[in-house]
């Protein structure tokens, strides 16, 4: 469809769109690449970020093949570091403690998990990508109203543009405007947990490996960089924070390395701590109409397990097959039906997971501790169910997915 015929109407600049992605994060980035590799023409309403995102995001094997079918993985390979093993450790002083849990990516037949990626270098390369595609209009003023109807959707921006579209992608996170507008309600709920974000230099090699502590306060999770370099996501009491940043760089240096348990030398963190609270939501729906909901701006949960920004690449991989299984953006009311069906199990079952694992970290009730221990134990003792654990981290419904290839093809 695109900008061939554009209309005006009173003072505003009315323009027709296949796809409207709402949202100018990672997620958002990747829709408007991924809807334009189909042909469709995009209206990408994608406001600048408040502020640089100095996290890093662990991609795992399948969202990697996702971004390398984009064309966009040999641009973030560079500043990415392979996860060969991930290995869980209990820094609690509990009653019951776990023993250490590895796993290994060879145990399934794979290189590596994934990659850690920073996330800013990621999207800079989605904004370049984004804005060389011939495919993708960006509109950089915030959408301020929406409507749909049986055959649009239609978005106001702050600046009188109006975008019509016949599908729209809500990526604008978890305050999503979009999301409201079309009337899709949220259950959220919010931990006494806020995370420190940094990076860190230190002497000993990582191995490719991700250790994550878990403590009393959460997870305290290191994961490679290239190099003798780690990203570090940390978990303390809100209370915390203030005292944290303040610590002279030495001994916050000192304060890593101990919590680390020297495992990886000394430590130099680099750089600014970026502090960000720890929240949940999940959507009652993942589409309504016209609209999907993709990346947080229908789920979101604490960093554990490497599964955020995964789920979200997943939203958009059956998004995208949703509508080209439909017959295309015009038929986008189908494809929406499609597209709760198939992300209900998925995004519920890990939500619930990732809460259950947090809340049991948090838990001083000694049954809870016993059963998050004995299910670690299990884990470590039992090599079948440690790897149908990876498997159906890496991809869910894999046995399902496998038994249908061709037997030649099956891993």
Known sequence: MGKGG??????????????????GGLAGSVAALAAAAEGWRVAFIA????????????????????????GLWEDVRPVSAPLRTMRILDGTKRLFRAPPVSFRSSEIDLDAFGYNIPNQPLFDVLQAATRQSGQIDRFESPMVEADQSDE????????GTRVTALTALAADGRGSKLREAVGIKVKTWSYP????????????GHADTSTEFHTERGPFTQVPLPGNRSSLVWAVKPGEVDAILALPRDALNAEVET?????????????????WPLSSLIAESFGKGRTMLVGETGHAFPPIGAQGLNLGLRDIMQAIQCIIDAGGPENAPEAVTA???????DVT?????VDLLNRALLSSFLPVQALRA??????????????????????????????????????
């Open 6 to 23: 554009e209309l005006r109407k009173g003072e505003e600049l009315l323009e027709h769109y296949d796809i409207a992605v709402i949202g």
């Open 349 to 353: 079952s890990r939500t619930a997971g």
């Open 259 to 275: 919590r680390m348990r020297s495992i990886l030398g000394a430590v130099e963190v680099e750089g600014a701590v970026q502090a």
């Open 193 to 204: 947990q806020t995370a420190l974000v940094m990076n860190f230099s230190h002497r000993i």
């Open 152 to 159: 649009s959707v239609t978005l106001i921006l702050e600046d």
């Open 47 to 70: 406001p600048p970020p408040p502020r640089q995102d100095g996290r890093t995001t662990a991609l795992l094997s399948e969202s990697i093949d996702f971004l390398a079918r984009l």
């Open 374 to 411: 004995g299910g670690l134990a299990a884990l470590s003792a039992i090599p079948p169910l440690r790897l149908l654990a990876m498997r159906e981290g890496m991809t869910p419904g894999w046995r399902k997915n496998d038994a249908a290839k061709p037997a030649a093809t099956r891993v």
């Open 339 to 345: 597209f709760n069906r198939k992300r209900r199990t």
